[in-house]
């Protein structure tokens, strides 16, 4: 019978895979959430570090334009193999490649072929577009806001970082599919990627995220519909503890004990990405605090979760200061576990992010 045990074991295993190359890391996973915040690292880093061999702050931006990969929107902001990117465009209902909606935007895609890269800074040299307000309620360049836009539907892709900054290229995407039979397939394939990353998920779980596919697919929120009835009945599952849980058909649970390396997680990792899970798995309640207020934090500003063998112990606060690594911990225990073999491994643990961030002692 299966115990919820056996689930932990699952979700590390499949998850936290053997070191391997970054292409291979990247199709293993479906999909590399990103966010901006470095703590001590932006997340996509921190989540590859421990799933690429070798792997350095910032490789990815620095291989991206090798790699076949692509920046999009899944269910949040990310990486993800050229193959699921092109899953989810054109992002139009018709039949047809998705096309520019405006003279500016005709203007533009001109501009950007022409000069094959672009910078949003030289195109708002050229156009001077202005300003807009952005979502979060401040003042942007209405360049970035349109190439953002164009991004979004498929007009333009990025083709690289500069500093952080995307530099955009004109991308071709070929006709949707226009069969209905076509549209489903489309869709299920993207909810299997989005399983392949999170699984196991409670039910609960997989219709939310399933439900997160809206962001990615807008033009398919019809076949959405139905998409998770049909996961359900092509997927395996077991009920544990009154909750039925869900993972890919093909998988096989694993017959080895627990690695017994401790890891620092960020909190997009797909370990712990998903909160219900987590506190389904491991009985505690993780937060996102870097958004809270201070006052407010129980873990602090962008706690990493601290996990030993397939056990979610607690957190860490890792920052940078004066070119050293400066640690807090947490644990769920209000202490360390009183064994010799997690001291060592979480002194490991830690100078492997020192090799990671590039900095000694």
Known sequence: MTTLRDLRRFAVSRSLFPPTTLADAVGRLGFVQADPIRA?????????????????????????AQLDIEEDVFINYGYMPRGVQALMHPRTAAARPVAPRSKRE?????????????????VDSHFSH?????????????????????????????????????IYSVREHAAASAGAAARRAQVDALVDVVVRTYAPLPRASL?????????????????????????????????????????????????????????LLTPFDPVVWDRRRFELLWGWTYRFEAYTPGPERKLGYYAL??????????????????????????????????????????????????TFLGISG
């Open 207 to 263: 219709s939310a995220v399933i439900s997160r596919l809206r962001y990615a697919v807008p033009h398919r929120r019809g076949e959405l519909k139905g998409a998770l009835q049909r996961a359900l009945k092509r997927l395996d599952y077991a009920r544990v503890e009154h909750v039925d849980w869900y993972w890919p058909a093909e998988e096989r649970w694993p017959r080895d004990a627990p690695d017994q390396s401790v890891r």
């Open 305 to 354: 979760p601290l996990l030993w063998r397939d056990e979610a112990i607690g957190w860490g606060n890792v920052t940078m200061k004066n070119g050293e690594l400066r640690t807090e911990f947490g644990y769920v225990k209000s202490r360390p576990p009183r064994d010799r073999l997690f001291t060592r491994e979480l002194a490991a643990e830690l100078d492997r992010m020192r």
């Open 106 to 122: 005709r203007e533009l895609l001109t501009f950007i072929r022409e000069r094959g890269e672009v910078h949003p800074r030289d």
């Open 40 to 64: 001590p690292a932006r997340a996509q880093d921190l989540m590859l570090r421990h799933r690429v061999n070798d792997y350095r702050t910032g490789d990815l931006e620095r291989r991206y």
């Open 130 to 166: 202005g300003s807009v307000t952005n979502y979060w309620g401040g003042s942007s360049r209405a360049t970035t806001n349109l190439l953002e836009s164009m991004h979004y539907r498929g007009l333009v892709r990025v083709a690289r970082r500069d500093r952080g900054i995307r």
